[in-house]
């Protein structure tokens, strides 16, 4: 049996998790061939929760492993399909990440990938919570 159909869920996938999530729409073969798997994936978006967070006014920091991820082309920066995510995660406001790391970034960057061991270093930086 053909599994194949003239429409299909939109996904996404998330840029912080790497998580594909469901956009909602429904994409249709204009054609109405047979020609589209039950989920297809059209590009980078945040998954709910990511998307909480950045509305909140937080940078991801996504920690990457440089020698399983591709290489960076043109001005030195990762692709998100390029990127091996370790799965280690932070995320800091947007007035901190300028005060630690001394750059500025645009108001609609979501994430920023880190080599391994920033996550580790910035929780150092962060006092331990007195109870």
Known sequence: MNDKSHVSLERHVCLVCGVAYDT?????DKRLRQSLERYTTTGWGLCAE???LFDEGFVALVECDPERSGKPSGADRL??????RTGHLAHLKRQVFTEIFNVQIAADQVCVFVEPGIIERIQTMVAPATS
């Open 24 to 28: 909602g729409s429904i994409l249709l």
């Open 79 to 84: 692709k998100p399909e390029q990127a091996y």
């Open 50 to 52: 990511h998307q909480k």
